[in-house]
C-alpha cells in the first residue's frame, strides 16, 4: 500500500504520458515549448484566471509573489501558523517578517478575526509595515476569502492564495487559485496535480503581473530577450517534459480523479464518524483532498494509533507536527501575544491516512480497521 500511490496513477495514464515524454525527447526542446504553452493555457481556463506562469517549483512561485509585492526589509507578511515553512520562507529571505495568525478550529485554515488582531498590532507597535496576506488552502481545504478578501482590502494588502495543497478545489463556485491578487500552487509529485520532478505555477488576471512574472522567471528580462535584462529576477522556469506529464494528468484530474479523492474521503468520515474528530469542508466547498487528516482525542492516543499503523505497515504521517511560531528559525518573529491554542491543538492530535484517487475500498477497509485498533474503538 502507498500513501500516495504514483504508480497506480502512472500504470492508468501511462500510454499518454509515454507518449508525450516520446515527443520531447525526439524534438530536443526541453526548456520552453509546446507543453509548456499549452499547459499554461490549459490550467489559466481550469482556474477560472486570465493569466497562468509556470515556474519551478512552488516555493518560487511563492517568491515571485513576493517580489511582485515589493516585500522587504521592515514588512510584516501575515500567514497561518499551521502551514509549510514554504508558505513565508521567500519573505524572510528577503528581510520580511513573518506574523502568524492563529487557525479555525474546524477547516484549520487562517482565521479572519485573528488576522485583523494581528494586522491591527502590527499597525500600533509600528515597528513593521503591514505588506501581504498568504491565505493557505491547508490539506486541500480552501480558505474563508469572503471574509479575508475584505480584510486585505481594508489594509491595503496584497492577497496571496498559496494553492500548493488545494488544486482543483472549489470555494463557493470557484477553483482554487482564483483567489487573491496572485495565487500560487505547487507541481510537487505528491499533490493534487503533481510532475514527476519540482514544478509550480503564479495565476493572476492583472496583464502587469503576468509581464512582470515572465519577466522575473527569466533572468528579469526586458522586451529584447534574456540579454535584455532590466531587473533583478531569477532562473525558475517549468521544463517541457514536466509539462508533457502535466497535461494527461490534468485531463486525469478534471475527467475523475477529484470524483475519487470524493468518493475516498467520504469513506474514511462515514467510518470514522463519532469516533475521531474527521475533516470539515464548509458548506459550498470542495476540498482537494490532499490528504485526509484525523483528529485523536490527545496526543498520547495520536501516537498510540501511529504505532500501530506502521506496526500493520499503514502507511501514515503528520502535517504537520509543530506549529510555524515553535519553529528555531522564526523565533525572533513577533507574535502579539497570540496564543495559537487552536494551532497547538492540532499538531499535538493530528495524523494523516493514505488518500489518492487510486485508493481501493479493500485496502481503505485495512486502514480503516488498523486505526480503530490502534485507537481501541
Known amino acids: 500500500m502507498q500513501f500516495i500511490d504514483l504508480k497506480a496513477q502512472y500504470r492508468a495514464l501511462k500510454t499518454e504520458i509515454n507518449a508525450n515524454i516520446q515527443s520531447v525527447l525526439d524534438?530536443?526542446?526541453?526548456?520552453?515549448?509546446?507543453?509548456?504553452?499549452?499547459?499554461?493555457?490549459?490550467?489559466?481556463?481550469?482556474?477560472?484566471?486570465?493569466?497562468?506562469?509556470?515556474?519551478?517549483?512552488?516555493?518560487?512561485?511563492?517568491?515571485?509573489?513576493?517580489?511582485?509585492?515589493?516585500?522587504?526589509?521592515?514588512?510584516?507578511?501575515?500567514?497561518?501558523?499551521?502551514?509549510?515553512?514554504?508558505?513565508?520562507?521567500?519573505?524572510?529571505?528577503?528581510?520580511?517578517?513573518?506574523?502568524?495568525?492563529?487557525?479555525?478550529?474546524?477547516?484549520?485554515?487562517?482565521?479572519?478575526?485573528?488576522?485583523?488582531?494581528?494586522?491591527?498590532?502590527?499597525?500600533?507597535?509600528?515597528?513593521?509595515?503591514?505588506?501581504?496576506?498568504?491565505?493557505?488552502?491547508?490539506?486541500?481545504?480552501?480558505?474563508?476569502?469572503?471574509?479575508?478578501?475584505p480584510i486585505c482590502g481594508k489594509y491595503g494588502l496584497t492577497l496571496i492564495e498559496d494553492a500548493a495543497q488545494s488544486f482543483?478545489?472549489?470555494?463557493?463556485?470557484?477553483?482554487?487559485?482564483?483567489?487573491?491578487?496572485?495565487?500560487?500552487?505547487?507541481?510537487?509529485?505528491?499533490?493534487?496535480?503533481?510532475?514527476?520532478?519540482?514544478?509550480?505555477?503564479?495565476?493572476?488576471?492583472?496583464?502587469?503581473?503576468?509581464?512582470l512574472f515572465r519577466s522575473l522567471c527569466v533572468h528579469g528580462k526586458g522586451p529584447g530577450g534574456k540579454y535584455d535584462n532590466i531587473r533583478v529576477g531569477m532562473n525558475s522556469r517549468l521544463d517541457n517534459l514536466q509539462a508533457a506529464v502535466l497535461l494527461p494528468k490534468l485531463k486525469a484530474l478534471r475527467d475523475y480523479e477529484l470524483d475519487a479523492r470524493q468518493t475516498a474521503a467520504g469513506r474514511y468520515s462515514a467510518a470514522f464518524a463519532g469516533k475521531l474528530v474527521t475533516p470539515f469542508v464548509a458548506e459550498g466547498c470542495v476540498s482537494a483532498w490532499a490528504q485526509y487528516a484525523l483528529l485523536a482525542k490527545d496526543t498520547a492516543q495520536r501516537d498510540k494509533i501511529v504505532a500501530h499503523l506502521t506496526e500493520k505497515g499503514v502507511p501514515n504521517m503528520i502535517y504537520y507536527p509543530k506549529p510555524q511560531h515553535t519553529l528555531p528559525v522564526f523565533r525572533d518573529d513577533p507574535s502579539y501575544g497570540e496564543v495559537f491554542l487552536n494551532a497547538n491543538d492540532y499538531c499535538a492530535r493530528t495524523f494523516s491516512l493514505p488518500m489518492h484517487p487510486y485508493l481501493t475500498e479493500a485496502e481503505q477497509a485495512e486502514v480503516i480497521q488498523a486505526v480503530l485498533e490502534g485507537a481501541n474503538l
Open 168 to 211: 482543483g478545489a472549489v470555494y463557493k463556485g470557484k477553483r482554487a487559485c482564483a483567489f487573491g491578487h496572485i495565487a500560487t500552487t505547487s507541481f510537487f509529485p505528491a499533490k493534487p496535480l503533481g510532475c514527476y520532478g519540482d514544478g509550480g505555477a503564479v495565476f493572476t488576471d492583472d496583464d502587469d503581473l503576468d509581464k
Open 27 to 149: 524534438s530536443a526542446q526541453f526548456i520552453g515549448g509546446v507543453y509548456v504553452k499549452e499547459l499554461e493555457a490549459q490550467l489559466a481556463a481550469f482556474t477560472g484566471r486570465k493569466h497562468c506562469i509556470t515556474c519551478a517549483n512552488g516555493t518560487d512561485a511563492l517568491q515571485l509573489a513576493f517580489m511582485a509585492a515589493g516585500v522587504g526589509e521592515g514588512d510584516a507578511v501575515f500567514c497561518p501558523d499551521m502551514t509549510f515553512i514554504s508558505s513565508t520562507e521567500p519573505a524572510k529571505m528577503f528581510g520580511a517578517a513573518s506574523v502568524f495568525c492563529e487557525i479555525l478550529p474546524d477547516t484549520y485554515c487562517l482565521d479572519p478575526r485573528s488576522l485583523e488582531r494581528q494586522i491591527q498590532a502590527v499597525l500600533a507597535e509600528g515597528r513593521l509595515t503591514p505588506k501581504a496576506v498568504v491565505a493557505v488552502d491547508i490539506l486541500g481545504n480552501p480558505c474563508d476569502y469572503d471574509a479575508i478578501a
